[in-house]
């Protein structure tokens, strides 16, 4: 049985989709809440470089990977031709799909695995996927899948946690190892979830390595941002 990494713990591969399925239905509930306080709200700023660098026009379909409560597909859908969102989490796929009938914004909500699309070849102008890569079992198959359903011309953007900026490293250990899941014991009553979602970031490809993957995957002129001194790093590729 092949193995990969929950965390810092190897499992089987056959496993892992179903561990970090059960840490988000987890954390559904307090999802939006612990990302404020476990960026001290920096991941709004990041997700709003992402949405001004996509620059969505209104003759653009845009899918949206591991929405979760839909930051970005709620920030597409003001422009966008069509936005879809999926995630692969019932639980926080149904977060996103609810936020989107409160603002107004009814749009297709599909569970899905990132990593097995259900939709035909070139079908997008982008495809995003923001904080979800890494949970992802088979990264290199995500990425192909995006690839595939972007039409010529169009764009894939990943903003992601990468690797922080050598001198903050100690500093940044310290606290999105040991603090973080405290702060998830105290808010969500969920330590260990947390406890893998920093041990995550660890497991996640650095800033060149991620670069080299999409190219890999097909994509040209890729390039990346690093956010916040590298804490996360935002990633774009096209397909010509």
């Known amino acids: 049985m092949t193995k990969t990494h929950f965390g810092f713990t190897q499992v089987d591969e056959s496993e892992k989709a179903g561990r ?18 476990m960026s001290a709200g920096l991941h709004r700023l990041w997700k709003r470089f992402t949405v001004e660098l996509a620059r969505v026009k209104n003759t653009d379909r845009v899918l949206d990977l591991a929405s979760g409560s839909g930051d970005l597909a709620l920030a597409f859908a003001k422009n966008a031709k069509q936005v879809v969102m ?4 019932a639980a926080m ?27 035909p070849d070139q079908s997008f102008d982008l495809v995003t996927v923001a904080f979800g890569l890494r949970n992802m079992t088979h990264k290199e198959q995500a990425l192909a899948e995006m690839y595939r359903v972007l039409a010529p011309g169009g764009r ?3 903003l992601e946690f990468s690797q922080i900026w050598e001198p903050l490293k100690t500093a940044y250990d310290a606290y999105s190892l040991h603090i973080l899941p405290r702060m998830g014991q105290w808010v969500a009553g969920d330590a260990e979830s947390y406890r893998y979602l920093a041990e995550s970031i660890r497991m996640h490809p650095d800033q060149e390595t991620l670069k080299d993957m999409m190219q890999d995957a097909g994509f040209m002129g890729v390039r990346y941002h690093n956010l916040s001194a590298g804490i996360v790093a935002l990633h774009m590729g096209y397909r010509y």
Do not use: H, W
């Open 20 to 37: 970090v399925g059960a840490v988000f239905t987890s954390v559904a509930q307090r999802y939006d809440i612990m990302n404020d306080l």
């Open 86 to 89: 999926t995630d692969i989490n």
């Open 156 to 158: 894939a953007m990943v």
């Open 93 to 119: 796929l149904a977060r996103g799909r609810d936020r989107m009938v409160d603002q107004g914004k009814p749009i297709p909500a599909v569970q899905c695995d990132a990593e097995k699309l259900p939709f």
